[in-house]
């Protein structure tokens, strides 16, 4: 099917018609959310058994009757991975390029309200810190920065991206969400993915914890990456902050909603899902509704045999074994060696990092682990030309 270009730009507080955002709205999580907790035996096995699944099955796997099929879950859920995505992880660096912000989050350590060390690589220090990270292997990058769209501006954007993207396979961004334009100036300068979680669906909780600034916007940010694919970008990240809202399964069912929706909409693009568990992080935050593991791995299997065509990321906020653990049942890419401050690759750096990274080992740490689990490290999986 052809995606319809969608003009957001006119009305930035409602999602526009026709686009991936508008699914998202029109899902109805509610109804789907009773059924988790309806789902019956029976309803796990439809799900598990058929070849192409719903909302709804995704809902049963959520369920308490699959909590105790754990392991049937995994099971299934790696066979799919390895049939659709093979024994194979890209690795990725995330390069944070600011955490000066103009936006109050309450979960995140570079909120306005922190007084916190801040920092913004020059674009010189950009291309040094690229230097380092593809020392190490890294031939995918993810630019971070915080939202401050004057120090942290579009041409500031466009020339990092510039400097990076003659060394880099793949050039994502994760930062403020622009409009169409912004998106297409940067697929010129090289970019071809986009990083935009919602942060949490639940839009009451969004308002909660999204205090200040443009990022209160929910419908803006919603329809972000619907703008993104129009402008060009290839490869579209969406995801939850799991710990934000109570309940992690409605959530969960926002998430996979997206998720699908981008497939069907933009069907050309690449989507991928990250569902980080949060972590402390300056101004004294501490997660309020903490996601225990087993939920998690349900979680992800969940995911993967819903949606068996959908990348998942995993990031280094969970511990060295746990993701181990966790790759083999469906994980298609994660970050290794990271830093969440400024600068810190090519140099130690005194800047504050967006929050505490749990998986401290070094990239060639992270791809040994892989190849004896039997599974090969991907630095670089194509080329532009
Ligand atoms: S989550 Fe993003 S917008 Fe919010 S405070 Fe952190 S960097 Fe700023």
Sequence with gaps: MTSVPVALESRPDRVPEGSAAADVVATPVAELRRFVDAATDA??????????????????????????????????????????????VRLFSPLY????CVSTCTYCGFSAGNDIARRTLTVD??????????????RHILLVAGEHARIVSKSYLGECVAAV??????????????????????VAEGCDGVVIYQEVYDE?????????????????????????????MRRLGVGALLGLHPDWRSEAISVAAHASALMRRWWRCEVSVALPRLRPAAGGYQPRDPLDDASFVQ??????????????????????????G???LGITSMSAGSHTEPGGYAEVSDSEPQFEISDTRSPAEVAAALRAAGLEPVWKDWQRV
């Excluded at 390029?97 to 000066?100: I, M």
């Excluded at 949606?307 to 993701?323: I, M, N």
Aim: contains cysteine; positive net charge.
């Design 43 to 88: 309803d796990v096995d439809r799900a598990l058994q058929r070849g192409h699944r719903t909302l709804h099955d995704f809902a049963a796997l959520l369920s308490a009757p699959a909590a105790v099929r754990l392991e049937e879950l995994a099971r299934t859920a790696q066979r799919i991975t390895r049939a659709r995505f093979g024994a194979t």
């Design 299 to 324: 979680l992800l299997c969940a995911l993967r045999i819903a949606l068996p065509d959908v990348g998942v990321t995993l990031s280094t906020r969970e511990p060295a074994q746990l993701r181990d």
């Design 204 to 232: 009451q909780t969004y308002a909660e914890v999204h205090l200040k600034g443009k990022k209160r916007n929910y419908a803006w940010r919603l329809s972000a990456p619907d703008r993104a694919a129009e402008a060009g």
């Design 165 to 186: 993207a003659p060394r880099f396979a793949q050039v994502s961004v994760e930062v403020q969400v622009w409009d169409a334009d912004t998106y297409r100036r940067l």
């Design 125 to 138: 220090e950009v291309r040094r810190e690229a230097a380092e990270l593809h020392q190490r292997g890294f």
């Design 97 to 100: 390029l600011s955490n000066e």
């Design 326 to 328: 966790l790759v083999p």
